[in-house]
């Protein structure tokens, strides 16, 4: 088993910055993929970064060039750093660790969310 604590959620105004935080612990040495998610009311949850254990990274369009996801492997730690915050970025944002196979299995652990609300 894999789990996964999230924290660094809040209020922001408009502009501003948030970094969250996703500490893993449990069975990680077959993890090969991180990320975190967003779901917001009535929407459906999406990917908004990830990031695998070999270094490469994926983006939604949406964030690029504002959020940066990164690996601490000394404290087993995934960040997301998100800059120039907009209040389309208001959700519940998830952490994921994934586990993948060659031949297209996957397995899934989450945190349990943190909201980021983006508002004046």
């Known amino acids: 088993q894999v789990q996964l604590v999230e924290s660094g959620g809040g209020l922001v105004q408009p502009g501003g910055s948030l970094r969250l935080s996703c500490a893993v612990s449990g069975s990680i040495f077959s993890i090969n993929v991180m990320g975190w998610y967003r779901q917001a009311p009535g929407k459906q949850r999406e990917l908004v970064a990830s990031?695998?254990?070999?270094?490469?990274?994926n983006y939604r369009d949406s964030v690029k060039g504002r959020f940066t996801i990164s690996i601490d492997n000394a404290k087993n730690t995934v960040y997301l750093q998100m800059n120039s915050l907009k209040p389309e970025d208001t959700a519940v944002y998830y952490c994921?660790?994934?586990?993948?196979?060659?031949?297209?299995?996957?397995?899934?652990?989450w945190g349990q969310g943190t909201q980021v609300t983006v508002s004046s």
């Open positions: 994921n660790a994934a586990r993948t196979t060659s031949w297209g299995a996957r397995t899934d652990y």
């Open positions: 990031i695998t254990t070999g270094g490469s990274t």
